[in-house]
């Protein structure tokens, strides 16, 4: 079945560690995006890619970083820059870049400091 | 200019009732307006979309209704059953420039049997 995978389900970060969280599609899809879901907030964009090797800032970029060097891997790193990482991160893609594309959701890692 | 306001942030349902949950936009440029429903420990799943050149859209007992003048627009669940609780998001894109979708904050909708 076609889909998006997310791991690990749950993480913990020790104070000063860079995580990094994976997510891979095999949906085809060209655009891949990363966000923040926080109690009473919704979701919030970290990062977005719209092709492979290219990616840009979402609203809430600062204490992560991306990479896109294949079109169905899409990892997120959260820095220790980031200071509240405490939250639970959803993967999405959709077919093209287009704004009406249906993204598609993986089922999120939560991440949590120790 | 890029927040969508949702409400209510929670909403309680009698079995066989109507749900009713809004959003508002600043936006003028979005051009794509979906919900989506997100069951707990899951990621959201699409239900709905609307584009602006029509005011109402309907798909099973799902419905969506969009005022372009007053930049609103809501999902009503007819008939909403136990399996509708969920939280659910209502979103807006535009096509063209920053294409990634506006989350709203969230409606936790709780249906009793």
Redesign the interface.
């Known amino acids: 079945d076609g889909g998006?995978t997310?791991s690990p389900k749950y993480l913990f970060r020790k104070e000063g560690q860079n995580v990094t969280l994976s997510c891979e599609q095999n949906l085809n899809h060209d655009a891949m995006?990363w966000?923040r879901q926080d109690p009473?907030?919704?979701?919030?964009?970290i990062y977005?890619s719209?092709i492979v090797n290219d990616f840009?800032k979402?609203?809430i970029a600062e204490g992560y970083s991306v990479s896109r060097e294949k079109k169905e891997s899409f990892p997120l790193t959260v820095t220790s820059a980031q200071k509240n990482p405490t939250a639970f991160y959803?993967c999405?893609s959709s077919r093209t870049?287009?704004?009406?594309q249906?993204?598609?959701?993986?089922?999120?890692t939560r991440l949590s400091i120790l | 200019q890029q927040q969508v306001k949702q409400s209510p942030q929670s909403l309680i349902v009698q079995k066989g009732g109507i749900s009713i949950i809004n959003c508002a936009y600043e936006n003028t440029a979005f051009d794509y307006f979906p919900w989506y429903q997100q069951f707990p420990g899951k990621g959201p799943a699409l239900l709905i979309a609307i584009r602006p050149d029509v005011s109402e859209k309907k798909e099973g007992r799902f419905t969506i209704s969009f005022n372009k003048s007053a930049k609103q627009f809501s999902l009503h669940i007819m008939d909403s059953q136990p399996g509708d609780s969920a939280t659910y998001f209502c979103a807006a894109s535009r096509y063209t420039g920053r294409r990634a979708l506006t989350f709203g904050s969230g409606t936790r909708l709780q249906v009793q049997p």
Not at chain 1, 102 to 108: A, K, M
């Open positions: 998006i997310q995006y966000y009473g907030q919704g979701l919030r964009l977005y719209q840009q979402g609203d959803l999405a870049p287009e704004g009406n249906p993204q598609h959701f993986g089922d999120g």
